[in-house]
């Protein structure tokens, strides 16, 4: 249980372009995913808090309208790197909360594969 | 906000070999993971262990909480082990949002 996907795993794009990415929870039910971003032999950068229904939280220095976050289901959301640059070039991983109750209270995160993006 | 530190940043090791990674991090927290990235990128959910000990075979971890610090323990290692450790803490009243640390690469060799 608790997988989760993206899509698209790799994507290479034109500068100025836009580029959407999906996350998506297979068999249970995201209130809340995250979305982090990569550098080479870095660690995860916390990007934002994408909660259903509502608009997400960005976290300091993220460009809200350069990073376009909606969930619009409970299973599904998407992050849109709008008029994408080089310097947007990176790996981009979304996560969702879980909440499981085996021998008390846990509070997950489960992780999609990535997604890597190049822009030209 | 917290910080989060872990050590050794690189470790190399012989196939059979045991290892311990530790995790430090700057205050109270309700919430501690740890993950093993694949050389793939993929985050793969170790323990959710934000006190106490754990064990899932060849891993076991423990945290001291009022000591602010993590343990994983690796033994028996194999070359599939090999990859990046991270650990991933979450403070009280955060909504689940978790801080990681820095990593630590590990190598097995043959």
């Known amino acids: 249980g608790a997988v989760v996907s993206q899509h698209p795993s790799w994507v290479i794009c034109k500068s100025g372009t836009s580029v959407k990415i999906e996350c998506r929870s297979l068999?249970?039910?995201?209130?809340?995913m995250f979305w982090y971003r990569q550098f080479p032999k870095q660690s995860l950068m916390l990007m934002a808090t994408?909660?259903?229904?509502?608009?997400?939280?960005?976290e300091q220095g993220v460009e809200k309208d350069k990073f376009l976050i909606n969930h619009a289901s409970l299973t599904l959301s998407t992050l849109t790197v709008t008029s994408a640059h080089p310097e947007d070039s990176s790996f981009y991983i979304c996560?969702?909360?879980?909440?499981?109750?085996?021998?008390?209270?846990?509070?997950?995160?489960?992780f999609g594969p990535g997604t890597r993006l190049t822009v030209l | 906000g917290i910080q989060v530190e872990q050590s050794p940043p690189d470790l190399i090791l012989q196939e059979g070999a045991n290892s311990t990674l530790r995790c430090n991090f700057s205050?109270?927290?309700?919430?501690l993971q740890w993950f093993h990235q694949n050389p793939w990128g993929q985050l793969i959910n170790l323990f959710y262990?934000?006190?106490g000990t754990k064990q899932n075979g060849r891993l076991s971890a423990t945290t001291v909480a009022t000591e602010r610090y993590s343990l994983l323990y690796i033994s028996s290692s194999q070359t599939t082990d090999s990859g990046v450790y991270f650990c991933?803490?979450?403070?009280?009243?955060?909504?689940?949002?978790?801080?990681f640390g820095q990593g630590t690469e590990l190598s097995v060799k043959p």
């Open positions: 996560s969702a909360r879980v909440w499981l109750w085996t021998s008390g209270m846990t509070d997950t995160q489960y």
């Open positions: 991933a803490v979450g403070g009280y009243n955060q909504g689940g949002k978790l801080i």
């Open positions: 262990i934000p006190s």
């Open positions: 068999d249970f039910q995201a209130t809340t």
């Open positions: 994408s909660n259903e229904g509502s608009k997400a939280t960005y």
């Open positions: 205050d109270s927290v309700n919430n």
